[in-house]
């Protein structure tokens, strides 16, 4: 059973854009399944199963050698949510390779939309979980020496056409969705990168905002409490703040950011 059960198996994955986006389909552990893809084990009756059931197809397509296996029903009769799960399975995480060498912590600044003048510095954190590289964003308002408010974002990063897009979720209030849109840096060495953010502001009456924004990175490990400490409001000549970043929020945020009131 085993070599006609791995040769289908394998003709089916084909159907899709990875092995891990199979996994993460099924269920099933990368390791495990890599053992299924080789002949090298049989699935439990379970798992036999559980595989059939994912693809759409019947188990003795799978086991017998004499049938012939179909395309993966879930291609072609995909349900509204199947679709838009295969949407996000192809943006996400794009170019992963890419996306790898960018991993770690890194300090983002951005225009304050209520003030042309000052600059919000804030901790970012990307890392790779199952195929996908996540973010954690942590958001101190107000002057570094003392916070007014937090926010927490968490989200996922892609590398698509030449750029890094990041979509985050801002999980206590639960009511924004930010996108910031980068551009990788060509150094040898990973510096910093420049693009737009685009989000909502936290007073009470909330406009969407767009600002340019650039990130420094940090290193794979850092001391978060420290780097952290040094999150907030600052002025955006503030001399704390990268000279180079200075100059590129000041040439690109000439005539402030963009937002709109409500009418």
């Not at 969705?177 to 009456?205: A, C």
């Not at 794979?220 to 907030?232: H, I, M, P, S």
């Amino acid at each position: 059973m085993s070599n006609t059960f791995s040769e289908k198996l394998r003709s089916l994955c084909a159907h899709y854009r990875s092995i891990s986006e199979v996994c993460r389909m099924l269920g099933l552990n990368r390791q495990q399944f890599d053992r299924y893809l080789t002949g090298r084990v049989r699935p439990s009756q379970h798992n036999l199963q559980r595989i059939a059931t994912a693809f759409g197809v019947d188990i003795n397509e799978l086991i017998d050698p004499a049938r012939e296996i179909r395309p993966p029903a879930r291609l072609k009769e995909a349900s509204g949510r199947d679709r838009m799960n295969s949407l996000i399975d192809r943006a996400f995480p794009g170019d992963l390779k890419r996306l790898r060498t960018m991993l770690g912590y890194y300090h983002t600044h951005f225009l304050i939309p209520s003030d042309r003048d000052e600059v919000t510095r804030s901790l970012v954190y990307l890392y790779e979980r199952e195929g996908r590289v996540c973010s954690k964003t942590i958001e101190r308002t107000g002057p570094h020496e003392e916070v007014q408010e937090i926010l927490k974002y968490e989200g996922m990063a892609t590398f698509l056409g030449n750029c890094i897009f990041l979509l985050e979720f801002e999980i206590l209030s639960a009511d924004t969705i930010v996108e910031s849109i980068l551009y990788p840096s060509y150094r040898k060495s990973l510096d910093i990168l420049t693009g737009l953010t685009f989000g909502m502001t936290s007073q009470v009456y909330r406009q969407p905002f767009a600002s340019p924004i650039a990130w420094k990175y940090l290193g794979r490990t850092v001391d978060v409490k420290e780097q952290l400490g040094a999150c907030g409001s600052y002025n955006r000549n503030d001399v704390r703040i990268d000279p180079r970043i200075r100059k590129y929020l000041n040439a690109a945020g000439l005539s402030g950011t963009l937002s709109l009131a409500p009418m």
